[in-house]
């Protein structure tokens, strides 16, 4: 150990220590003289003045004459004391700005040190956000690396897309070819089925009526030929000969030999969807005045989705509705309400049309997925399926054939379909969207877009006729007695057409009422008296057909647009379907 050089260092240290407060010191002195030179160098002047003043006044410097220069020293005096006074304010007047100027500095100071903090947030700010902006840059890629794999994923589903969608209409190319071809084949056998059964009927009705029938005057029983000369020869009372003329003869009909329901008999029915039941008879309903509905009997929620379509059966106990949600459901009407009792399903889209056949047994509906479909009231499953439209069908009809049906579709064609075959055995092109169709014992009458009408042959599916209309075309219904025509149109209007004399037209309009929709349904009571339509408004309007004018309105039941309206055939009921899944029972009851 040194003590020497320890005390040496300690004593450096020490020097050091004094010149750095000696250097603050000097440091403050210059600063604070600074701020003070004026001051400083006022008061020097007004202590050198003192002193001047002193000095004049001491005894030493009084002259020996003071008589003489006693003005001169008081005139002095009074200056130099003006002098003081002004000095003195004016250094009032500088340490004024002097502690002024310090409360500035000491804002600006307190201002730059804000500054100063901001400014540290601001960086650190600014270095979090370049911080944010790299990690999003490094997310943007990742991103767009993702999004150009979905996108050439896309690119390769729709090239897929397209290969199967012509794949798919390559595939319904074929198939509707080789119906076509079936049908061709099946209707050159019925063809030739159908001339050979014609040869034989007529070769039958040939034979007949060269035969000879003998009649006893005495007796309605006929014999042959043969017997009629054994009676002759035994000597009996004269005879009459007759001869059959024609196949009405009640000859021809009771004949052991041959019998028309023998000749129906011989049909091979193979997979045919008629039954013995469909060719029996069947009860149809007449209703001589039908009732205005003034309240309703129930209100419920029918469907899952809107509902585009309702129809009573011909014998009005029954109600079926279609809907958005795919599926017909089937409701009893008993003593003024509605009980469920069947859901048809099947169909993979919306319902937009459903009808009875005259016998209640089955229903068709037409559906959004380009087809119709056929049930039978005891299965849910749809007995056939009726394929070959390129768009929705708006409408299915039966037609009076129990074995055909008509469809119309937003495809512009109409096609009359065999339901034994469940093949399209007529088509017709059409230049507008057919929104509705119906059907009388030998014509199809068809609603389009382009404000037209059409009548069509029913055995050639031929357009014979075209009726104006006021507007677009969203229902059509033929009255009891098919003799007169009901369309609604887009432009607020009912149109009643005389099918005798198609210049003889009403139109019916209301106010508040309003079509709403390209598919509302419009129909005729049963009498034929009245007129009944939904309104975008939810209310039900109905027009006196003898008076022109409505004859009453139901509101307060839909809260939106109603889509279509039905009136049972016996006229006691009426009900109405809207987009909200809502349907209302009326009557008067």
Same mark, same amino acid.
């Given at each position: 150990?040194?003590?020497?050089?320890?005390?040496?260092?300690?004593?450096?240290?020490?020097?050091?220590?004094?010149?750095?407060?000696?250097?603050?010191?000097?440091?403050?002195?210059?600063?604070?003289?600074?701020?003070?030179?004026?001051?400083?160098?006022?008061?020097?002047?007004?202590?050198?003045?003192?002193?001047?003043?002193?000095?004049?006044?001491?005894?030493?410097?009084?002259?020996?004459?003071?008589?003489?220069?006693?003005?001169?020293?008081?005139?002095?005096?009074?200056?130099?004391?003006?002098?003081?006074?002004?000095?003195?304010?004016?250094?009032?007047?500088?340490?004024?700005?002097?502690?002024?100027?310090? &409360?500035?500095?000491?804002?600006?100071?307190?201002?730059?040190?804000?500054?100063?903090?901001?400014?540290? *947030?601001?960086?650190?700010?600014?270095?979090?956000?370049?911080?944010?902006?790299?990690?999003?840059?490094?997310?943007?890629?990742?991103?767009?690396?993702?999004?150009?794999?979905?996108?050439?994923?896309?690119?390769?589903?729709?090239?897929?897309?397209?290969?199967?969608? +012509?794949?798919? +209409?390559?595939?319904?190319?074929?198939?509707?070819?080789?119906?076509?071809?079936?049908?061709?084949?099946?209707?050159?056998?019925?063809?030739?089925?159908?001339?050979?059964?014609?040869?034989?009927?007529?070769?039958?009705?040939?034979?007949?009526?060269?035969?000879?029938?003998?009649?006893?005057?005495?007796?309605?029983?006929?014999?042959?030929?043969?017997?009629?000369?054994?009676?002759?020869?035994?000597?009996?009372?004269?005879?009459?000969?007759?001869?059959?003329?024609?196949?009405?003869?009640?000859?021809?009909?009771?004949?052991?030999?041959? $019998?028309?329901?023998?000749?129906?008999?011989?049909?091979?029915?193979?997979?045919?969807?008629?039954?013995?039941?469909?060719?029996?008879?069947?009860?149809?309903?007449?209703?001589?005045?039908?009732?205005?509905?003034?309240?309703?009997?129930?209100?419920?929620?029918?469907?899952?989705?809107?509902?585009?379509?309702?129809?009573?059966?011909?014998?009005?106990?029954?109600?079926?509705?279609?809907?958005?949600?795919?599926?017909?459901?089937?409701?009893?009407?008993?003593?003024?309400?509605?009980?469920?009792?069947?859901?048809?399903?099947?169909?993979?889209?919306?319902?937009?049309?459903?009808?009875?056949?005259?016998?209640?047994?089955?229903?068709?509906? @037409?559906?959004?997925?380009?087809?119709?479909?056929?049930?039978?009231?005891?299965?849910?499953?749809?007995?056939?399926?009726?394929?070959?439209?390129?768009?929705?069908?708006?409408?299915?009809?039966?037609?009076? @054939?129990?074995?055909?049906?008509?469809?119309?579709?937003?495809?512009?064609?109409?096609?009359?379909?065999?339901?034994?075959?469940?093949?399209?055995?007529?088509?017709?092109?059409?230049?507008?969207?057919?929104?509705?169709?119906?059907?009388?014992?030998?014509?199809?009458?068809?609603?389009?877009?382009?404000?037209?009408?059409? *009548?069509?042959?029913?055995?050639?599916?031929?357009?014979?006729?075209?009726?104006? =209309?006021?507007?677009?075309?969203?229902?059509?219904?033929?009255?009891?007695?098919?003799?007169?025509?009901?369309?609604?149109? &887009?432009?607020?209007?009912?149109?009643?057409?005389?099918?005798?004399?198609?210049?003889?037209?009403?139109?019916?309009?209301?106010?508040?009422?309003?079509?709403?929709?390209? $598919?509302?349904?419009?129909?005729?009571?049963?009498?034929?008296?009245?007129?009944?339509?939904?309104?975008?408004?939810?209310?039900?309007?109905?027009?006196?057909?003898?008076?022109?004018?409505?004859?009453?309105?139901?509101?307060?039941?839909? =809260?939106?647009?109603?889509?279509?309206?039905?009136?049972?055939?016996?006229?006691?009921?009426?009900?109405?379907?809207?987009?909200?899944?809502?349907?209302?029972?009326?009557?008067?009851?």
């Amino acid at each position: 150990m040194d003590p020497g050089g320890a005390s040496r260092r300690s004593g450096g240290s020490a020097e050091r220590w004094r010149d750095h407060i000696l250097r603050q010191l000097q440091h403050r002195d210059r600063v604070q003289s600074a701020m003070f030179q004026d001051l400083i160098r006022f008061y020097t002047r007004l202590l050198e003045k003192t002193c001047l003043t002193k000095g004049l006044l001491s005894p030493a410097h009084r002259p020996p004459s003071g008589a003489s220069n006693r003005p001169s020293l008081q005139q002095q005096n009074s200056n130099l004391k003006t002098t003081t006074g002004e000095l003195a304010y004016k250094v009032l007047e500088l340490q004024q700005q002097i502690r002024i100027k310090e &409360r500035v500095l000491q804002e600006q100071r307190t201002r730059l040190q804000a500054e100063e903090r901001r400014l540290a *947030v601001a960086v650190d700010a600014k270095r979090t956000l370049r911080e944010q902006v790299e990690r999003v840059g490094e997310e943007n890629k990742t991103l767009k690396t993702a999004y150009d794999a979905l996108l050439q994923r896309q690119r390769e589903a729709e090239s897929n897309l397209r290969a199967e969608k +012509e794949k798919e +209409e390559r595939i319904l190319e074929d198939m509707m070819q080789q119906k076509k071809q079936a049908a061709a084949r099946m209707n050159h056998r019925n063809e030739r089925r159908s001339r050979a059964r014609q040869a034989t009927v007529q070769k039958e009705l040939q034979t007949a009526a060269r035969s000879k029938v003998v009649v006893d005057s005495s007796s309605s029983d006929a014999t042959s030929p043969q017997d009629g000369d054994q009676d002759k020869s035994a000597g009996r009372g004269p005879t009459r000969l007759f001869r059959s003329a024609s196949a009405t003869s009640p000859r021809f009909f009771f004949s052991s030999r041959f $019998s028309i329901r023998e000749m129906f008999d011989r049909k091979k029915r193979g997979h045919s969807v008629r039954s013995l039941e469909e060719d029996l008879p069947y009860p149809v309903g007449i209703c001589l005045s039908a009732r205005v509905p003034a309240r309703p009997l129930q209100v419920l929620e029918a469907h899952e989705q809107g509902i585009n379509a309702a129809r009573f059966s011909f014998g009005s106990d029954l109600l079926a509705t279609g809907g958005t949600d795919r599926v017909i459901k089937l409701w009893d009407v008993r003593a003024g309400s509605l009980t469920h009792r069947a859901t048809l399903d099947g169909s993979t889209e919306g319902i937009t049309c459903v009808e009875f056949d005259p016998t209640g047994r089955r229903i068709l509906g @037409a559906s959004h997925n380009k087809s119709a479909l056929l049930w039978y009231l005891d299965d849910s499953v749809p007995k056939v399926t009726l394929t070959g439209h390129s768009r929705k069908v708006t409408a299915a009809r039966f037609t009076c @054939a129990p074995h055909q049906v008509v469809t119309g579709s937003t495809d512009r064609t109409v096609r009359l379909w065999d339901l034994t075959r469940a093949a399209c055995v007529q088509q017709s092109e059409v230049a507008s969207f057919c929104s509705d169709l119906v059907c009388s014992e030998s014509s199809i009458i068809s609603g389009h877009f382009d404000c037209k009408i059409r *009548v069509w042959d029913l055995r050639t599916v031929s357009c014979v006729q075209e009726l104006p =209309s006021p507007g677009r075309v969203t229902s059509l219904d033929l009255s009891s007695d098919r003799r007169q025509l009901l369309s609604c149109c &887009r432009d607020d209007c009912l149109q009643l057409l005389d099918l005798r004399w198609s210049n003889d037209r009403m139109c019916f309009r209301a106010d508040g009422f309003k079509c709403g929709g390209d $598919s509302n349904k419009a129909v005729i009571s049963p009498d034929g008296c009245y007129l009944a339509a939904g309104s975008a408004d939810g209310a039900v309007y109905i027009w006196n057909v003898s008076k022109g004018n409505l004859e009453t309105r139901l509101p307060d039941q839909h =809260s939106s647009s109603i889509t279509a309206v039905s009136w049972s055939l016996s006229g006691e009921y009426v009900v109405s379907v809207d987009r909200s899944r809502r349907a209302v029972l009326w009557s008067d009851i």
